[in-house]
């Protein structure tokens, strides 16, 4: 491993990558093609190697929440289709065009705009529009058939711009009342059968994310949305209980001990507030990783972290960049491997467990994970 100076960092598994992909496809229909969502920074896996991974292994587009995202992967490289799910400000459609990133789009004017800027560029690409449908998510997209056909009307008049997608997002697909989910998928085909009724041939066609692709894969059309799962996480635990896919965590959060001390002589306080009162003779173990890294500051006096194949406690708040453990009575020494989130010998912190601790969910708790951690890919176990 090249030498990190400061030595946390995250291990990403691109064999479990290829694993939860391969499971996914297995259960979904054969026609319908994968989309990997690889925005925020891959869920805080890294986006442009998990982007290369998971189009090299079944999946074949990519989404993104903004342009920046996109362009991103653009620039190293990637030419594989790109999806931008969030909304875009019409000031940037030429940008767009240029990168030959795909935008989502549910105004009509925005649309009549976006083809006046342009027509007025000259441009030589045309811009993707995906549609997108409001049936229950209540962020954006169209939300009544009158506001679909200005939509489509404007789309499908328009030089600069082409028709390649249509979609709708399920805000329950993860909870065991199926009733919303069937509702949204409902009006989303109503609003699809209007649509062919008017004469328009249809686009790609796609509504699952990870929950609904493996509670519903009936579902599934012409592509799925597939997020947190190909990271190995699973959206609930109503999906998980499901047990219809196998998934296999990605990531692994470590570091290695800066400094260890025995209480035994002394000042007794630990960290900010001294919120700690170490006993004498305790072992504490200062960690190179705080709130600064994405180790939240409510697990201060509450996480834990595997040290020698056991659980230790974080003792003290957590500071930016530093965080505290007790190793009891136990042995440890400065440059000891300790991992935050993963496995060590039999004992697992899993993502899951702490996102439970902190009363949120592991979408939020993996990619919330800084850029100044390095990530290091793993493949059959060697790195790169
Ligand atoms: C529009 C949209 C999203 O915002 C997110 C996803 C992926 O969701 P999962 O991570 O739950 O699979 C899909 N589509």
Redesign the pocket.
């Given at each position: 491993m090249e030498n990190l100076c400061r030595e946390t960092w995250i291990e990403v598994n691109l064999d479990a990558i290829e694993n939860n992909l391969r499971a996914i496809r297995r259960h979904i229909p054969k026609k319908s093609k994968i989309m990997a969502?690889v925005k925020a920074n891959a869920y805080g896996h890294g986006s442009v190697e998990v982007a290369r991974h998971t189009l090299e292994n079944g999946a074949s587009e990519l989404?993104v929440a903004s342009l920046k995202e996109a362009i991103v992967l653009r620039k190293a490289g990637i030419t594989e289709p790109i999806l931008v799910?969030g909304f875009t400000s019409v000031g940037c459609v030429k940008e767009a065009a240029v990168w030959n990133v795909e935008l989502t789009a549910f105004q009509a004017d925005w649309i009549k705009e976006a083809n006046r800027i342009l027509t007025k560029e000259v441009m030589t690409n045309q811009l993707a529009i995906h549609i997108n449908v409001d049936t229950g998510m209540g962020r954006i997209g169209v939300r009544t058939k009158e506001e679909l056909l200005a939509s489509v009307e404007a789309l499908t008049t328009s030089k600069f711009l082409r028709w390649s997608g249509i979609y709708t997002?399920f805000s329950t697909a993860d909870e065991p009342d199926t009733r919303l989910t069937r509702l949204q998928h409902n009006l989303f085909i109503s609003f699809l059968r209007f649509l062919e009724r008017q004469g328009f041939e249809l686009p790609t066609v796609h509504m699952n994310?990870?929950?609904a692709a493996i509670a519903f894969p009936e579902f599934s059309a012409d592509m799925i949305?597939?997020?947190?799962?190909l990271y190995g996480l699973y959206?609930s635990t109503h999906i998980k209980q499901l047990k219809l896919v196998k998934l296999e965590p990605v990531l692994s959060l470590k570091t290695r001990i800066s400094y260890v001390k025995n209480m035994m002589t002394g000042p007794p306080s630990i960290s900010y507030g001294a919120a700690y009162i170490a006993k004498i003779g305790e072992v504490i173990a200062t960690l190179p990783i705080g709130y600064a890294d994405g180790y939240s500051r409510a697990l201060s006096n509450r996480g834990f972290v595997l040290h020698r194949g056991r659980r230790v406690p974080v003792v003290g708040r957590v500071t930016m960049d530093f965080l505290m453990v007790s190793l009891g009575d136990g042995e440890g020494k400065q440059g000891d491997e300790v991992v935050i989130y993963g496995r060590q010998n039999e004992a697992e912190i899993s993502v899951d467990e702490v996102a439970e601790m902190l009363g949120t969910i592991n979408?939020e708790v993996v990619s919330t994970l800084s850029r100044r951690i390095p990530r290091l890919f793993i493949k059959n176990e060697s790195n790169h």
């Open positions: 969502v989404a799910l997002h994310n990870t929950a949305r597939l997020g947190i799962g959206p979408y």
